[in-house]
């Protein structure tokens, strides 16, 4: 059984020729399927385009959310509603090529448990992909997850993935990241871009910005949520080390009958201890908490409070 999710926003001539696209390519597959359609604060008649196709086809679910909460809240609207053992997610713009699934559920089957999508050639303006190769180098090197295409909406994932998921922000451009650090197997392969038919983009620069900001939380949250006595009990025992140095240093001045109290060097070392001492302090009630917290994720009752209609 397959799932494909696809947020929408404002995409009302595009949803129904990517659908007509995706029936072919889902009958030719030879497994159940179902379309799961996110409408995250559509203004124009999407939601209306969604409908008569839900009317007309009964594999197609249509989530509504109250307002528009961004792209991560959508999928992990959809996501919750989706039922396959495989999901495949897709932007809603028409530039991800579903003839490309099967490819995607092909490389599934040799035994990973995520494919994403690499647009190698992408039908994209110059700067939105200047924009991106930075943007995928500099995530690659802090999360340690290499991929040339960290962003792509075009992607196949077990079930289990998507249940390990809890998605918010920005966070949803680090899919693959957030699969690694929860120990599954992610792989890329290159796929078809298409450019753009309808609508324009939405993705500006602020953007990027915003998604530099949810790296350091996913970065932080995947090497150290089980273990935050490293990051911050490590910071504390250099800071503390520096400032004894300093103050040893300073004892032996003192000792050669050289008066000390006068020297900003006193207070540096003073601060460095202190400072030192309160990361050791936070990282162990750090430690407290999570282990008293192991397991504390967002419940069902925020996804309620965010959808406004589903029609299954």
């Not at 992408?122 to 200047?130: A, N, Q, S, T």
Request: hydrophobic share 45%; net charge neutral.
């Amino acid at each position: 059984m397959i799932s494909v999710v696809i947020p929408v926003k404002d995409e009302e001539l595009s949803v129904e020729p990517l659908f007509e696209e995706l029936r072919g390519v889902l009958d030719g597959t030879g497994r159940g399927w179902e379309v799961v359609f996110v409408d995250d604060g559509s203004v124009d008649g999407t939601f209306a385009r969604l409908g008569r196709l839900h009317d007309g086809e009964p594999a197609v679910t249509v989530v509504r959310l109250r307002r528009n909460f961004g792209k991560a809240t959508a999928l992990e609207a959809g996501l919750r509603e989706a039922t396959g053992d495989i999901v495949v997610t897709m932007d809603g713009d028409g530039q991800d090529d579903p003839a490309e699934i099967p490819r995607l559920l092909a490389k599934l089957d040799e035994g990973f448990d995520l494919v994403s999508g690499w647009k190698a050639d992408r039908r994209d303006p110059l700067r939105r992909r200047l924009v991106s190769r930075i943007f995928n180098g500099v995530t690659g090197r802090v999360s340690g997850v290499r991929l040339h295409d960290m962003n792509s909406g075009l992607k196949a994932f077990r079930a289990d993935v998507g249940r390990s998921l809890r998605l918010y922000g920005e966070l949803h451009r680090y899919i693959p990241v957030l699969a690694h650090y929860h120990g599954f197997r992610v792989v890329e392969l290159a796929v078809n871009h298409r450019p753009r038919a309808h609508g324009r983009s939405r993705y500006g620069l602020e953007r990027y910005l915003r998604g530099f900001l949810d790296l350091l939380t996913v970065t932080f949250m995947g090497r150290y949520r089980y273990r935050p006595l490293h990051l911050f009990g490590g910071l504390g025992l250099v800071l503390t080390g520096v400032g004894l140095a300093v103050l040893a240093y300073l004892l032996a001045v003192k000792v050669a009958g050289e008066a000390i109290g006068h020297r900003p060097l006193l207070t540096l070392g003073v601060l460095l201890v202190v400072v030192g001492m309160q990361f050791l302090s936070l990282g162990l009630l750090s430690e407290l908490l999570t282990r008293q917290h192991e397991e504390r994720m967002a419940g069902g009752d925020r996804a309620a409070s965010i959808v406004d209609e589903i029609l299954r």
